[in-house]
């Protein structure tokens, strides 16, 4: 009788999270803010890749539970600092835009896993990268960046780093590698 009951116990567990994977990937993508702004708890995944965005709003950071945002391809030159407020946010594209600088507040963002800041015109990036104790890949590459961040090796869960397309020595990349175990495309 014992076995029956964990099996069906089992069997329950197994069902709620079979729903709740299948409700978070049904979530459609929102691709207007101005959308996602009238039900901010509703937006899961926000993708505003290719809209010809020069500026991204304060009111971004009203979107508490937004866990992907894609803003890739467009012609952003800086990100308010209410980014930082997304403090479910998994996964952040930002490549392919004009940014010369990154928030230095980034490191707030205790849960992303991904970054991707390619092919930007950033010479720098933030310390504040070191305290993303969550993120296991980083983007970094085409970028006239000179130096790796300060703190990176703190990350315990990094496990790529692409870095190719930047100012930043191969001995400095060899010796990152070596030191911190991080799998560095150069």
């Known amino acids: 009788m014992k076995v029956a009951i964990n099996l069906v116990g089992w069997a329950t567990l197994?069902?709620?999270l079979l729903y709740l994977s299948l409700s978070y990937q049904e979530k459609p993508a929102f691709t207007s803010l101005e959308e996602g702004l009238k039900t901010p708890s509703e937006v899961i995944v926000l993708d505003l890749t290719r809209q010809d965005l020069k500026t991204l709003p304060e009111d971004i950071g009203a979107l508490k539970n937004l866990k992907e945002l894609k803003l890739g391809y467009n012609s952003l030159t800086s990100l308010p600092e209410s980014i930082c407020q997304l403090e479910a946010l998994e996964v952040l594209k930002i490549g392919y835009n004009k940014l010369e600088e990154i928030p230095d507040c980034?490191?707030?963002l205790k849960n992303l896993r991904e970054l991707r800041i390619g092919y930007n015109k950033l010479e720098s990036l933030p310390s504040s990268l070191g305290n993303l104790s969550s993120l296991t890949r980083l983007h970094i590459g085409y970028n006239p960046l000179k130096k790796l961040p300060e703190g990176l090796s703190k990350l315990n869960n990094l496990e790529h780093l692409?870095?190719?397309?930047?100012?930043?020595?191969?001995s400095d990349l060899k010796a990152f590698q070596r030191s911190s175990g991080i799998q560095v495309k150069f």
Do not use: A, H, M
């Open 106 to 108: 980034i490191g707030n």
């Open 14 to 16: 197994g069902s709620l």
């Open 162 to 170: 692409g870095c190719n397309g930047t100012k930043i020595p191969s």
